[in-house]
């Protein structure tokens, strides 16, 4: 996946109700192409069919 | 013993002669008064010293022992507090100019739980902004490592560690979403442990990560951090997410026995090409290994595969999280955020759903495989960091974004545990060296949901076979 670029990153700001300053841009560049890239490069078999859950505990885990 | 050396005393060895009635409550506050007016001005560890306060507290304290009344285990020691933590009365401001002016009007379950204990609050104590892990991020100025200035004292509690760690505090919390507990505690040579998610409330916390968060203590010994826990664990109404769930009495937990325990060696943590460990800490770990195999635990290596991945999923579910909770401050303050904090927030608002999305399903599994591993081990160990503490870089800004994915990675040591929600706990196993930059090492231990007292009580048999935590920073 090619990074995204500041017009589309602001874009997506904008659409949140966000206006990005010139002088944040470049830096909020780095920490979301960051955040896409390292999750993108995550591959596990099986991913899809997991819950997608905050689960905290589950019955039973709890060790009195 | 000088008022002075009242202040060198573990938070239990002082209680202990507070109700001997060997020291007031009141001598104890005055030296870690005068403690604070000599050291902080060096660490900048404290936002809010509550030196009037304090005192009226601890007369009453010194009234209350002298008609027969205790009122627990911390009864008339001082403790610190995060600026994270509500205290009635006095500001709470997540060392951030956008609550410069907040007082709240209630205490937060915690500080319910030390005063019941009979604590003293000495002050609120500083951290980064937020509560993001920057250190360089707080409106009231960078907090510094006792053991070298110029290096990070871990985030985000960061006075919590400082304070602690250079005697001006006799226990403290933090609050721990990605380590923040953990990594003070670790870079300022402590112990830290953060409770399972549900053992302690939230109630009157600022948030961080809701689904992440919780607040756990940061001590010198294992059984200060044994007493501080259970001042402050259990169920409370305030904070639905609490659990039902017994809290033993970790202090009588702490028996050094570990002969029965099997311990799982992280593999993926101690394999440098993973994460990029050092050999000190790798070493630091292995050593303190071998010790709790040497007194009778059963240690054998254990592969989480999927360990190193998250950092990257914890960092992502707190992102989204933490720019939920009060959206309004980045679109009507954004001026009033450090620009570090401001970027992270905005990175965090931009995540797209399905990144998020995955990140949750990653916790899923990274859970499981960890529970799972817990089924065969008693507790999980495993370093806390690649490296110990490093020098802070006081430049704002994200240098690039392949440095802000490295710093995803390496958040994995300890986002492995916020997202367990079991207990994990770090202490000091050694330093880099005995000259000059000596720097802590530290240890990672990790237990079954609700299961504190064992891991407690490993840390507590290292630390009484080793002499680690005697040593003192050079300030």
Known sequence: MSDLNNDEIRALAKAVGLEILDSDITDVNYSLNAIIEAMDGVDIEGLNAVEPLAIILQNGEAQS | MSNGGLVFLSAT????????????PVEAVEAYLERIAQIDPKLNAYITVL?????????????DIASGKNN???????????????????RTSDASKIRADFVPDTDAAVVDGLKRSGAIILGKLNMTEFAMGDPITSAFGVTRNPWDLERNPGTSSAGSGAATASFMCATSLGEDTGGSVRGPAANCGLVGIRPSWGRVSRFGVDGASWSLDTIGPISRTVEDCAVTLGAIAGRDPRDPWTWDVPVPDYRAALTGDVSALKIGLVKEFLDPDVLGVTEPVRQGVLDAAQLLAGLGAEVEEVSLPLAPISGIASRIISSVERTSLRPEWLRERPQDFHHNTRIAFTAGELIPSQIYYKAQKLRALVRKQTLDALERYDVLAMPIDSEPATIMDMRPGVRSKEAAIQALRRGSYRGLFSMVSGPALSVCCGFTSDGEGKLPLALQLAGRPFDEATVLNVAHAYQQNTAWHLERPPI
């Not at chain 2, 306060?53 to 007369?59: F, G, H, K, S, V």
């Not at chain 2, 285990?73 to 006095?90: A, N, Y």
């Open chain 2, 72 to 90: 627990g285990p911390l009864h008339g020691v001082p403790v610190g507090i995060k600026d994270q933590i509500h205290t009635k009365g006095i």
């Open chain 2, 13 to 24: 060895e002082l209680a202990s002669k507070i109700r001997d009635k060997d020291v007031s």
């Open chain 2, 51 to 63: 030196a009037d306060e304090a005192l009226a507290e601890a007369r009453q304290s010194e009234s």
